[in-house]
């Protein structure tokens, strides 16, 4: 679902209630703003916690499996970032 809001001045918009409603959203409440790699952004409960843990163990299973690709690689500074790029990835097509 697409909805809209205009911005003032100020740069303040009104979130829409079908918006509120689905994320429980009450006067007040704090939210936070994430911004994605391609330029879109989400709005989200700042004080969800099991939102915020899910996010955590995420990142940090991310972080354990990044850290084990590179367990026991020497890295060359000598490197360029193709190197390292098929160094994490693998060989594969080229991009």
Do not use: C, W
């Not at 079908?18 to 994320?23: E, K, N, P, V, W």
């Not at 952004?41 to 940090?60: G, H, M, N, T, Y």
């Amino acid at each position: 679902m697409k909805f809209e809001s205009n911005m003032t001045v100020k740069g303040q918009v009104t979130v829409p209630k079908d918006i509120r409603d689905a994320l429980g959203l009450k006067p007040g409440q704090a939210v936070a703003f994430e911004l994605d790699g391609d330029g879109n952004a989400r709005i989200i409960r700042a004080d969800d916690p099991a939102r915020i843990e899910a996010r955590k163990e995420a990142f940090l299973g991310r972080l354990h499996e990044t850290r084990a690709k590179f367990a026991g690689k020497a890295l060359d500074p000598d490197m360029d970032g193709l190197e390292y790029q098929r160094m994490m990835r693998g060989d594969g097509p080229e991009v």
